[in-house]
């Protein structure tokens, strides 16, 4: 087998799992709230802890995977993933739980950081854009399955049941990966780290995060918000002020000169926003609002994922031949549509329309993912390519996060709170009143509405990555030589 395809098959299954265990629990969090006697704010974490320790460390391993080697850090990204897993399925109580996602949450960041840099470095130019589009439709699709596997498992097991199934792939994963991937990159000689940024990013970062969180739980939350969300501004200010002046920054800021990465990287971080956020409103829709269980909620949404996983190889190796740009606007364009038209739907519309809407949704999601991120990853120098596959994982986690976030301030802005966390926290549909489901209802139609904006607004970063001048071209190599 050429190296090529070992490449590509290692990582796919190590950012499938990754992608698999970020939504896993969403369907089934209020059975895994009722479990652990969990509150909303922990079951919250219970989500967030993995991924918000993913997205802290994702830099500093993309600098470390440039030093270093991108094979040794995802081979032990991936035992670390396989271990956080073992220990999460034990957890006693929503404390342990929320601590050993974060441990899955660290491992996850080290096959996530460097799953595109390998299938990169691999890949022939011809062939980058199907290559990387598959390995990070790989990522979505195992999100996407995470929806409906999670109701099948707790249809017929316990809660614990999905993490179990990580252990023997992670094994597995782990095992091949040391045994079969070869480290082919062109390594940074300048092995000096900037652990101060690291710091600075991490404040930034964790005070991001938290504020968005916390402005989540309700009114009586948002004095913390208004001390945390500034502190991210200063300290998101400290750390670009630092960045510019250390000979060795964490995060090289004269990538964002090229044009297909800025462009990119802001484009993913809209759609994905959009993209995470009407999984989980779609899932609540069929099981709070039409009485549905997990199970059938999850296999409810499949009609999204088989045209998302049809269009997506496509759309990349069409990109190959034709180029990326008509490919990402129409996608945006598409998936934009699908959500407006989502915004329209009564409590009593037919499924029939709603798979048409899915399908043009998932075909526009498609469309966009791979051409995108082939114009970023060919627009790095090989010395950057650790740094730019984290920076592309950064983006893509802070639209997950905020995804979650956002759609629950944008439902308490046209419903209560209390009838929010209610809805939420039910596992009986049939303990919400007839009055709080419509509001709830409304709510979810004005955040489908919201969401449809936050993704037609990726159509300007996309279209800033068309037309660059000749002179950009050098750009990539300059950044490559300079130091």
Do not use: C
Request: proline residues 3%; aromatic residues 12%.
């Amino acid at each position: 087998m050429e190296y090529k395809w070992i490449a590509l098959t290692v990582t796919v299954i190590g950012i499938f799992m990754v992608g698999l265990d970020s939504r896993i629990l969403i369907i089934g969090l209020p059975q895994v709230a009722k479990a652990l006697h969990a509150d909303p704010e922990q079951a919250i974490w219970i989500t967030q802890s993995y991924v918000l320790t993913n997205t802290l460390m994702l830099l500093l391993i993309g600098r470390l995977s440039d030093i270093f080697g991108r094979i040794r850090i995802y081979s032990y990204g991936f035992a670390i993933f396989t271990i956080g897993s073992a220990l999460t399925s034990l957890g006693m109580n929503s404390t342990e739980v929320i601590i050993f996602r974060a441990v899955q949450g660290f491992g996850a960041s080290l096959v996530f950081a460097n799953s595109i840099a390998i299938v990169t470095d691999a890949s022939p130019r011809e062939q980058l854009g199907l290559f990387v589009g598959i390995n990070q439709i790989s990522f979505r699709a195992g999100a996407l399955l995470g929806l409906t596997l999670s109701g099948l498992i707790l249809s017929f097991f316990d809660w614990r049941a999905l993490f179990y199934i990580n252990i023997p792939v992670g094994i597995f994963g782990t095992l091949w990966a040391r045994k079969r991937l070869l480290e082919v990159a062109d390594l940074d000689v300048n092995r000096r780290i900037d652990w101060v940024g690291f710091v600075l990013f991490t404040v930034f970062m964790m005070s991001f995060m938290l504020g968005l969180t916390f402005s989540a739980y309700g009114l009586g939350s948002l004095n913390l918000v208004y001390v945390l969300l500034p502190v991210s501004v200063v300290f998101l200010l400290f750390f670009i002020v630092w960045q510019r002046r250390v000979a060795y920054p964490l995060l090289d800021l004269k990538l964002f000169r090229i044009r297909e990465i800025t462009g990119g990287v802001v484009a993913v971080l809209l759609n994905v926003i959009a993209w995470g956020a009407f999984l989980l409103l779609l899932s609540l829709q069929f099981q709070l609002v039409l009485g549905e269980s997990p199970l059938q909620a999850g296999l409810r949404i499949i009609p999204f994922e088989i045209a998302f996983l049809i269009v997506g190889p496509l759309s990349g190796r069409l990109s190959d031949k034709y180029g990326y740009a008509r490919f990402t606007l129409l996608g945006l364009v598409l998936g934009s549509a699908a959500l407006f038209l989502f915004y329209t739907v009564g409590e009593n519309v037919s499924y029939t329309i709603l798979t048409v809407y899915m399908v043009l949704l998932g075909v526009g999601t498609g469309l966009f993912l791979a051409p995108n991120l082939r114009s970023v990853m060919g627009a790095l120098p090989s010395q950057r390519r650790g740094i730019g596959s984290a920076l592309v994982s950064l983006f893509l986690n802070i639209g997950l996060t905020l995804s979650l976030n956002l759609a629950i301030l944008f439902m308490s802005l046209t419903a209560p709170y209390d009838i929010i966390t209610k809805a939420i926290s039910a596992l009986n549909p049939a303990s919400l009143s007839v009055a709080d489901k419509a509001i709830f209802f409304s709510s979810l139609k004005n955040t489908y509405f919201a969401l449809g904006v936050i993704n037609a607004l990726a159509l300007i970063p996309s279209a800033l990555q068309i037309g660059r001048k000749r002179g950009q071209k050098k750009v990539g190599k300059v950044i490559a030589l300079e130091e």
